[in-house]
């Protein structure tokens, strides 16, 4: 993201929060694009922020699916109707991270993901890695952690390998050392290209909450009270630009795992 990039997104979501002192919200999409605020989605969770708690929920926007009892299917925007039979995904780490001090040229940089970020572990992580059924698309709760009473300028997201401590993983279906399953078929023009994916690949963002003026102005602590975050998948952007009869299987499952990351919208609403 460029310094202009950082400074027009700063500027256009000062707004989102001018109307109540104690609630503030942003929503982003994995790739760092700041989107319009949906109170709307917070209401589908059917849950109110918990004094002293971070809470982490899953969402599915459904727009453009076609669902019935053994599959989904969705038309890409290169033309591919995809039928999706089965899936699964590994969300290996979900944190706030705390403030940290850098130099200037360091805001320069784009923001790097590791697996523990580089920093001490904060309280807000996610406990265990949970595994996510990609076809039952059911909204659901998936972390309480406490909250630390310390200022949070970033949220981190990582897709990787699940291991014995993986939580939620399906009966007679071995997810351990795998990110990305999928399994289903694209059809274009008559054509039926087999989906079969077993990906060990990692995705992850890291987003910059101090860039979008989340922070108080007098610099009070961001959620002191209660943070919600919520993860809302977008199916039908999972496809688009992939020619499936020109990929080759590692491509497509590198592509897919990484846009089912960079589509999510990411809802953070605190109450301070």
């Not at 319009?36 to 982490?56: Q, R």
């Not at 001490?120 to 630390?148: A, K, M, Y």
């Amino acid at each position: 993201m460029t310094v202009l990039q950082r400074l027009f997104l700063a500027v256009i979501t000062a707004g989102l929060y001018a109307c109540d002192s104690n609630v503030r919200s942003a929503s982003l999409t994995g790739n760092g694009i700041d989107i319009a605020d949906s109170a709307a989605v917070f209401g589908t969770i059917n849950s109110e922020p918990i004094h002293g708690e971070i809470t982490y929920h899953l969402h599915w926007d459904l727009d453009g699916l076609v669902r019935t009892s053994e599959h989904w299917q969705v038309v890409s925007d290169i033309g591919y109707t995809v039928t999706i039979e089965s899936g699964w995904l590994s969300n290996y780490r979900i944190t706030l991270a705390a403030c940290v001090e850098s130099t200037w040229w360091q805001t320069l940089l784009p923001p790097m993901v590791h697996a523990n970020d580089g920093a001490t572990i904060d309280s807000s992580e996610s406990e265990f890695g949970t595994i996510e059924n990609l076809t039952e698309l059911s909204t659901q709760l998936w972390s309480r952690r406490p909250l630390t009473a310390h200022q949070y300028c970033r949220f981190h997201h990582l897709l990787a390998r699940a291991d014995e401590t993986t939580q939620n993983k399906p009966m007679g279906v071995d997810v351990n050392r795998s990110t990305l399953i999928l399994k289903g078929y694209a059809e274009k023009d008559g054509v039926r290209t087999i989906i079969d994916i077993r990906s060990a690949f990692a995705h992850g963002v890291l987003l910059e909450f101090n860039e979008l003026s989340l922070m108080t102005a007098n610099d009070a602590v961001f959620g002191t009270d209660a943070v919600q975050v919520v993860i809302e998948r977008v199916p039908h952007a999972w496809f688009d630009g992939i020619d499936f009869a020109s990929v080759t299987e590692r491509q497509l499952a590198h592509q897919v795992g990484q846009q089912i990351l960079e589509t999510s919208h990411y809802h953070i609403r605190a109450v301070q």
